[in-house]
């Protein structure tokens, strides 16, 4: 029987604990580069099928309001805005290790020519954006049964 045990290449790192480098190392990305980064940006998913394409946005902590959803220049432009309240950043509360926030941000994707436009629906719920892209009649398959005769 084989054991698992954990690798430490440096452990005189141990020195180091609770220090400048723990301090460092333990941020979030978005503390260095400030709020309008590009990591503050929701994953998504996108899909395609016969009927539609479909994006999947996580965006947990926002509310239906705070979303945006518009097409220009053949762009479809998401974006949503949350103020950060002031009153939960006072002198008593404050962080010590801050790994999420609800930052506003704003997000655009290129839209193939085979979009209805017109017909584009989302849906907000348990955090996640759901965007319904349908496409136009003549870009979906047909299929069409031939009688041999």
């Not at 400048?20 to 941020?27: A, K, L």
């Not at 962080?95 to 085979?114: A, D, I, V, Y």
Request: glycine residues 4%.
């Amino acid at each position: 029987m084989t054991n698992v045990v954990k690798f430490q290449p440096l452990p005189a790192t141990k020195f180091f604990t609770n220090s400048f480098f723990d301090e460092f190392f333990n941020r979030g990305v978005g503390e260095f580069v400030g709020n309008d980064n590009p990591f503050s940006q929701p994953a998504v998913n996108v899909t395609e099928s016969d009927e539609s394409f479909n994006i999947e946005m996580a965006a947990p902590g926002f509310n239906k309001p705070d979303f945006s959803l518009n097409v220009e220049n053949g762009q479809l432009v998401v974006s949503a805005k949350r103020e950060e309240k002031s009153e939960e950043n006072n002198e008593k509360n404050r962080f010590l290790r801050r790994e999420f926030r609800f930052e506003s941000f704003k997000r655009s994707f290129k839209l193939p020519n085979t979009v209805n436009q017109d017909s584009i629906s989302a849906v907000y719920e348990n955090g996640l954006l759901f965007i319904t892209l349908p496409k136009k009649e003549e870009a979906k398959p047909v299929s069409k049964t031939i009688q041999i005769g």
